[in-house]
């Protein structure tokens, strides 16, 4: 397993932008596919996008979709979530996760990070 720490979260303007970052411990970043999910206070934690090792291969929330932008750079053990056009259901703490194959279940994913607060103001 790895460690992972979130930051860049903070308060936004609708239709703002804001860039996550998670940064991983240890040499074997390269080895895994990292996600991010998301949870609203009273809601089930959501999926929002993944990346492989590699960074070949994203997946999307349908809600996301064209609006945010996954990617990672290895060697600096950080993966990036760049949010464009930011909305009031965008809220939530958003969490990084690090798992062996780049699938939208959180199940799949067995390191997680604290979470960074993300609130979107209308």
């Known amino acids: 397993q790895v460690q992972l720490v979130e930051s860049g979260g903070g308060l936004v303007q609708a239709g703002g932008s804001l860039r996550l970052s998670c940064t991983a411990s240890?040499?074997?970043?390269?080895?895994?596919?990292m996600a991010w999910f998301r949870q609203a206070p009273g809601k089930d934690r959501d999926f929002v996008s993944v990346?492989?090792?590699?960074?070949?291969?994203?997946k999307y929330a349908d809600s996301v979709k064209g609006r945010f932008t996954i990617s990672r750079a290895n060697a600096k053990n950080t993966v990036y979530l760049q949010m464009n056009s930011l909305k009031p259901e965008d809220t939530a703490v958003y969490y990084c996760?690090?798992?062996?194959?780049?699938?939208?279940?959180?199940?799949?994913?067995?390191?997680w990070g604290q979470g960074t607060q993300v609130t979107v103001s209308s």
């Open positions: 240890g040499r074997t970043f390269g080895t895994y596919s």
């Open positions: 996760a690090a798992g062996p194959i780049a699938t939208m279940k959180g199940s799949d994913f067995g390191s």
């Open positions: 990346i492989s090792w590699s960074g070949a291969i994203t």
